[in-house]
């Protein structure tokens, strides 16, 4: 089945990086990619319903405006069934723990490892299908 | 005599001696009296001894001419008779105090004598010579009465007077005895008298002039004679209280003394004080610098690695997608001639290898931003288990490269001497790190500063790291071959905001922050050899499990919940 993911992040080369790595995906239509620059873009998304099933990839916490923890908790407020990623280059403990605490059900450290983040994604996949 | 003063004593000598004197002189005086009174006794006597004798002649020459007369009847007899009577008569009253009774009897008997004589002259001038005869006989007794007991009064008298002068003799001698044994007496006892008074009054004198020779030569102690009512006593008081001023002053002197030196103490204390509250202002300010430098540090590290994370991302999808291209193209480079298909796979073999190159020098700053980070985080850490070698290792390279990019000049020899039986400490890898790397930053600086102070090129500096097995714990040594620590800061070493580094060099808070990672937070300990001039030894040593409960496993409960 196809799964829908929506990576946040306010580097537009985000989306080209993903997009590359997930090409071979993407071709076997495993997954689709969406991207949003900011929280509020996110959030606008989120309630135009991407379909199909859908998972978030919140890739940077410190982002301008709202910021990644913040956004975790409004998305787990809207949306509790919604599973999201966190993906940062802050690996501290107190984010880890907030991250926790707000619902998330991934914390990766960048630099990304992309063979395990995608080792991550089949884990949460895998009770959805 | 202490308790009578020395006035009283004087009087007292001098009336002594005045009593001596009086009672000697009236001991004299008495005997010379006595003397002179048996002299004139002596001088009466021997006038009753002439008139004894004057009247035994006078007798003598009455009797004959009564006698005479009586038989003669010549008027001149008669005559010299009377004339002999009266001399007898002055000579009986001059002797009559020797014998009254005696020389009442002579004159009455010389009375009836010369009666009887007359009446027997009368009877003679009558014819009558019977009864003229029987009145003489008569009268001859009486004249022989009278001479015996004229004859008795002479002798009485005499050896009265023999006697008296005897007497007077001996009293003499007695008075020249007495005069000489009284006068040396006295005289003894003047003596006497006097050197006890003297010596009364010298001997406390003598000890009052020895306490003041010793006063006045400084000796406070010395001893002092007994106070009194006397005059010397007086002496002593004044002396005492001389003495007990001087005491006094010579203790408020050293009060003062004492008092200056106290405030001297206080004022110097409160400079070094000042001092230490300024050098551990200026380790605050430039500690604030070194956190505000690590926040701004942390940020940079963080910022840099989004584009880092990029870089490397790229070169590995791209390094990916060269092999893509290679097989899709494949078909079409085989159609190529030789020549065009050598160079198209040069040029992918170089792009490989570029693309190769930038991962590999991106994998190498994001070691580099890993590191910043870990050090400049601090604390928070997880506990794992971690290959203490490995964790040295990365620590010594990374202090190495460190001082080597601060300053390029900067060259030591690392001598690593790692044991190989050591199993993994459970540890929080980034704040052992931060410790490791602050005894080699200490280690490195200190081999550095021998060399700049030997600067002949004899010098090698080397910094040996040793780890070792000790059973229940690991142990780390870093032992460099620099200046040494001095004794007197041995014990300061783990304070914090002390540092032997100029200000800018070192924050003080490197090994007090390395001590608190290892005791309290790994329950291990940390100490220090060294010998100045040659070298320092930090000794490390980590249980290889934590057991002790404390701060670290507060934290650990919190991060769980």
Known sequence: MTVSILIVDDEPDVAILFRQQFRSEAREGAYVLHFALSAVEALERLAGEIEPRLIVILSDINMPGMDGLSLLREIKTRRPDLPVMMLTAYGDEE???????????EFVTKPVDFEFLKERLRRLIAPLT | MPSVSIRARLIFLAALLLAILAVSSMLLIRELARVSQSLADETTLVSVVKNANSASKHFGDLKYWVMDAAVTQLASSQEAAKTAKAGLDTNLTAISAVDPTLVAAIAREVGEMTDLAREAGVAYSSDDSASGNALLEQAKSHVLAIDGEIDWIVDRVEQEAVARRDASMRGSELAVKLAIVGGVG???????FTAFTVRSITVPLKQVERSIASITNGDLDAPM??????????MTKTLGMLRDSLIERGRLERERELAQAEVRAARDAAETALHELRAAQANLIQAEKMASLGQLTAGIAHEIKNP??????????????????????????NSLDQHQRSQL?????????????????GKRADNIVKSMLAHSRGGGGDRQRADLNALVEESLNLAYHGARAQDPNFNITLDRQYGADIRPVELVPQDITRVFLNLFGNGFYAANERQRSVNDGTFRPVLTVTTRDLGQAAEVRVRDNGVGIPDDIRDKLFQPFFTTKPTGVGTGLGLSISYEIVTKQHGGTINVASEVGRYTEFVVTLPYRFSAGGAFETRAAGRES
Do not use: M, Q, W
Request: aromatic share 6%.
């Open chain 2, 225 to 234: 004679p007994p106070t009194g009512v006397h005059e010397i006593g007086a």
């Open chain 1, 95 to 105: 984010r880890r723990r907030r991250a926790a605490e707000y619902g998330a059900s």
């Open chain 2, 308 to 333: 880092l994370n990029f870089i490397n991302n790229f070169a590995n999808l791209s390094i990916g997608l060269l092999d893509e291209l290679k097989a899709v193209a494949a078909p079409a480079f």
């Open chain 2, 186 to 192: 006295a005289l003894a006892l003047a003596l006497g």
């Open chain 2, 345 to 361: 796979d040069e040029v992918a073999e170089l792009l490989t290898g570029n693309l190769e190159r930038i991962a590999e020098h």
